[in-house]
Nanobody, 124 residues
Framework: QVHLVESGGGLVQSGGFLRVSCGVS????????MRWYRQAPGKQRELVAS???????DYADSVKGRFTISRDNAKNTVYLQMNSLKPEDTAVYYC??????????????????WGQGTQVTVSS
């Protein structure tokens, strides 16, 4: 089994910063793309940022220039540094990862996992 555990959420004032982290553990061969999503009350879950195993990144337009996604492959951890936070950034932030695991018969399987989410609240 594979587990994703987020940490680092909390309450911050508008204009402030937070860093959320997501550690991946369990029986796995490697980790592919990693992503941060968020879901605000009454809204659909949206993709915030993604990073490939090689370090290429992509961001939602709403967070470009303010958020930075990074990863430490040695620690199986992905980070989201959030600066210049706005009240509209308030949401539960979820980590998502593609994980390569050993399958039967010597095959490798790509599976997708989610974390449990961490609340980020930005006060005005």
């Amino acid at each position: 089994q594979v587990h994703l555990v987020e940490s680092g959420g909390g309450l911050v004032q508008s204009g402030g910063f937070l860093r959320v982290s997501c550690g991946v553990s369990g029986s796995l061969f490697s980790i592919g793309d990693m992503r941060w999503y968020r879901q605000a009350p009454g809204k659909q879950r949206e993709l915030v940022a993604s990073i490939t195993s090689g370090g290429s990144t992509d961001y939602a337009d709403s967070v470009k220039g303010r958020f930075t996604i990074s990863r430490d492959n040695a620690k199986n951890t992905v980070y989201l540094q959030m600066n210049s936070l706005k009240p509209e950034d308030t949401a539960v932030y979820y980590c998502n990862a593609d994980v390569i695991r050993y399958g039967g018969g010597g095959l490798m399987n790509k599976e997708n996992y989610w974390g449990q989410g961490t609340q980020v609240t930005v006060s005005s």
